[in-house]
């Protein structure tokens, strides 16, 4: 089946770093893929949409110049948290659509925290 | 927009009893119907889906659920549950048509605590 994949895993920055996550479609080209961030016990909250080939679309009220998704080729898009506070550690959580039967495949999810 | 409310934040259920989670829903227009499973520190796999056709859904893991469009409801069922089953399920939407039938919305989650 379709998988899709995040890395790191987890990761641990310093206060004021940046950090990139990536998460790449396994064996299927993605057009567009989709971040989320998830805070402890809770939902998931739709960031952007990645576009290949284009800018990112983001929700209202998350910051760009701080979230930079960059979907570079149809299996690869990343993010990138930039100057990251402790107020940015979460679970990012990415997926990714095959195109068809309107299934969405999701990435196992990136621990980050800034200390 | 649309938006999912999953009625129950836990359900706790003893082995091999049957469980339903509850999700309802609003949106404008016509959606999809999604019910995920989070297990901890992991990402999200599918359940099942509903997409059209007919409104009661076979899942995996013996887990179904059934569209209610009147009702606005997409629950999730099964039987008899077992210890694996404890985890997050996530109800989630997604509008039917252009751009955006990928972009799902979710609701804030059930925890399913299943005890011996």
């Known amino acids: 089946g379709a998988v899709v994949s995040q890395h790191p895993s987890r990761v641990i920055c310093k206060s004021g770093t940046s950090v990139k996550i990536e998460c790449r479609s396994l064996?299927?080209?993605?057009?567009?893929m989709f971040w989320y961030r998830q805070f402890p016990k809770q939902s998931l909250m739709l960031m952007a949409t990645s576009n290949e080939g284009s800018k990112a679309t983001y929700e209202q009220g998350v910051e760009k110049d701080k979230f930079l998704i960059n979907h570079a080729s149809l299996t690869l898009s990343t993010l990138t948290v930039t100057s990251a506070h402790p107020e940015d550690s979460s679970f990012y959580i990415c997926?990714?659509?095959?195109?068809?039967?309107?299934?969405?495949?999701f990435g196992e999810g990136s621990w980050l925290t800034v200390v | 927009a649309q938006s999912v409310t999953q009625l129950d934040s836990q359900v706790p259920v003893f082995e091999e009893a049957p469980v339903e989670l509850r999700c309802n829903y609003s949106?404008?227009?016509?959606?999809?119907l999604f019910w995920y499973v989070q297990y901890p520190n992991q990402g999200l796999q599918l359940l099942l889906k509903y997409l059209s056709g007919s409104t009661l859904v076979k899942g995996i893991n013996g887990f179904e659920a059934e569209f209610n469009k009147s009702q606005t409801s997409f629950h999730l069922r099964k039987p008899s549950v077992h210890i694996s089953d404890t985890a997050e399920y996530f109800c989630?939407?997604?509008?039917?048509?252009?751009?955006?039938?990928?972009?799902?919305?979710f609701g804030k989650g059930t925890l399913l605590t299943v005890n011996p």
């Open positions: 997926s990714a659509s095959k195109g068809s039967g309107n299934t969405i495949y």
């Open positions: 989630a939407v997604s509008a039917v048509g252009g751009g955006s039938n990928y972009k799902l919305t």
């Open positions: 949106s404008s227009v016509s959606v999809y």
């Open positions: 064996d299927f080209q993605a057009t567009t």
